[in-house]
């Protein structure tokens, strides 16, 4: 599969491939983090979420994982399909001035068939 | 999909205008954001409202002001329109105020 180490802006894959995006954040003190996808025109959907006494968490097809030694997430994307391409965005959740998400730099999906 | 609905879908304004944006929350929460998001730029926070208080400010100016009602639904409001507030507004809502924010479809403002 399609793996960066550092975060690019765009990732293509092809159909069946597993897809790792990655992210930065820049808060030590940021407990909570989520990763979005969002479709052309739509707003962001929630894919999964992990806290910081976490490191690993699996959902359908998907895992995130938290090294907060580097403050670093990734997101992993098992058997990619094209309904998967989007562009994708990591959100920590700041406790300044109300509870804000602050949100990386998106990754563009593309998976061809 | 979530259960944030937000209207209207666009909206064209002329610079110099006033625009609301209105946003119903999914049932059972209380708590609702706004984000501006720039074409090709990740959502930026604007404020935060926690049972009909405001909660939290983003670095945005005092012509970006919002309202939150009994029943949860919220209003944001931007007066003096720039240019620049061209963007797709988002609001989330969650059911906490440090839970997962679940996303509406957005409005998208074109300011000319």
């Known amino acids: 599969g399609e793996s960066v180490g550092l975060h690019l802006p765009t990732l293509s894959v092809q159909e069946g491939d597993n897809s790792i995006i990655n992210c930065a954040y820049s808060?030590?003190?940021?407990?909570?983090f989520i990763w979005y996808k969002q479709e052309s025109g739509k707003g962001p959907q929630f894919i999964i979420d992990?806290?910081?006494?976490?490191d690993k968490r699996q959902g359908q097809r998907v895992t995130v994982l938290l090294n907060k030694t580097v403050k670093h997430l990734s997101l992993q994307i098992a058997a990619t399909q094209p309904g998967d391409s989007a562009v994708y965005f990591c959100?920590?959740?700041?406790?300044?001035?109300?509870?804000?998400?602050?949100f990386g730099k998106g990754t563009t999906l593309s998976v061809s068939s | 999909e979530t259960g944030v609905t937000q209207s209207p879908t666009h909206l064209i304004k002329t610079r110099g205008q006033q625009v609301t944006l209105r946003c119903s929350s999914q049932?059972?929460?209380?708590?609702v954001s706004w984000y501006q998001q720039a074409l090709g730029q990740g959502p930026q926070f604007i404020f935060q409202?926690?049972?009909?208080?405001?909660?939290g400010r983003g670095n945005f100016p005092p012509r970006f002001s919002g309202l939150q009602f009994p029943n949860y639904s919220s209003e944001l409001n931007v007066n003096a329109l720039e240019l620049d507030d061209s963007a797709l507004y988002l609001c989330?809502?969650?059911?906490?105020?440090?839970?997962?924010?679940?996303f509406g479809p957005g409005t998208r403002l074109t300011v000319l």
């Open positions: 989330a809502s969650s059911s906490r105020i440090a839970d997962t924010q679940y």
């Open positions: 808060n030590s003190a940021s407990d909570y």
């Open positions: 959100a920590e959740l700041l406790h300044q001035a109300g509870t804000a998400l602050i």
């Open positions: 409202y926690y049972r009909e208080e405001e909660n």
């Open positions: 992990i806290r910081s006494n976490m």
């Open positions: 049932s059972g929460h209380n708590t």
